[in-house]
């Protein structure tokens, strides 16, 4: 049977969720600021502002689930506490008087025991910086009136993953034929998210409403070295495997002094000096997903960077 959802922002996981969706046969609503979004009979692409309650009052009314996967305007906890709890509370408060779910995509950064493996039941309670921010939407979400679903992923691969560890700053090189650069260490285990996956998941604890009103972690695959990520993407391009070099904590503290990315990004450097594990078994058995393997999934990842030219 066919549904309405509304889809808030349009990056790799807003344009994903709508893609699947509209796949399914479903009516979609994509709000961006710019209208964008992708092109589908299915889908309706409206230019707003998700902290207008006005506007999101009108979008919101009658659907069947909202997903609200807007980024900050940068990768930085200033962004991030300035812009994204009002426009959370915005659809929250319009959620809540439409009756309707609210939806989000979610990191690991608020676990707050990083060095044991991550499961739901998992302290989320980090402290400072951008850690800190998610913790507060976390609570946010919890103590809203609305029903709610956070769905938990590791670092995101996958088509239309730019700016990212698993994106452009192994892809670009990998198709190149360049050597590899990464932070933290190249043979520590990482958990990488294949983001149609954590789509596939949040479409799913939508539809449940068992599964409502709880913390859910994406279905992911088992953790992988970024060694081994380069490797998966070496192998589906059908290239030679590229050296991979590592760039030192102390290289990206210096960085730090003259970079605002670099300072953002060596904060989180803990997360690849370290194991940095979840996992998603819990809810692969309750929300009916499982993850992409990992050769279809790089293959996909591939072909779609080889189209961008």
């Known amino acids: 049977m066919s549904k309405n959802y509304v889809v808030t922002g349009a990056g790799p996981v807003g344009w994903t969720v709508a893609e699947q969706l509209a796949a399914d046969g479903h009516r979609v609503r994509v709000v961006t600021r710019s209208g964008s979004g992708p092109e589908h009979p299915l889908i309706e692409r409206i230019k707003g502002d998700a902290k207008d309650p006005e506007m999101l009052r009108s979008v919101i009314a009658g659907v069947d689930a909202v997903f609200h996967c807007i980024h900050g305007s940068s990768y930085s906890a200033a962004a991030w506490e300035a812009e994204l709890p009002a426009a959370e509370q915005a659809v929250l408060n319009a959620a809540h008087e439409a009756g309707t779910v609210v939806v989000f995509p979610e990191s690991l950064y608020s676990y707050s025991e990083p060095d044991r493996v991550m499961t739901e039941d998992g302290p989320r309670q980090a402290t400072g910086g951008k850690r800190g921010v998610r913790t507060q939407l976390l609570q946010a ?13 590791g670092d995101f691969f996958g088509p239309r993953v730019r700016m990212a560890h698993g994106g452009e ?18 043979s520590r285990p ?34 992988l070295t970024q060694r081994e990520l380069v490797q998966a993407f070496a192998q589906a391009a059908g290239v030679r495997a590229p050296t991979v070099r590592v760039l030192p904590g ?60």
């Open 141 to 153: 979400r919890q103590a809203s009136a609305a029903s709610t679903v956070s769905v938990v992923a």
């Open 169 to 186: 700053r192994i892809v670009v090189p990998v198709l190149a034929g360049r050597n590899v650069s990464v932070v933290g260490s190249a």
């Open 190 to 223: 990482h958990s990488f998210t294949y983001v149609p996956d954590l789509a596939a998941a949040m479409i799913s604890a939508a539809a449940s409403p068992a599964a409502w009103n709880s913390v859910w972690h994406a279905p992911t695959g088992p953790a």
């Open 250 to 309: 102390w290289a990206l503290r210096a960085a730090g002094f003259f970079s605002t990315d670099m300072r953002e990004l060596a904060e989180t450097r803990y997360q690849f000096e370290h194991p940095f594990v979840m996992d998603s078994a819990r809810s692969e058995a309750a929300l009916g997903v499982r993850p992409t393997p990992l050769d279809a999934a790089a293959a996909a990842t591939v072909d779609w960077w080889r189209r961008q030219g």
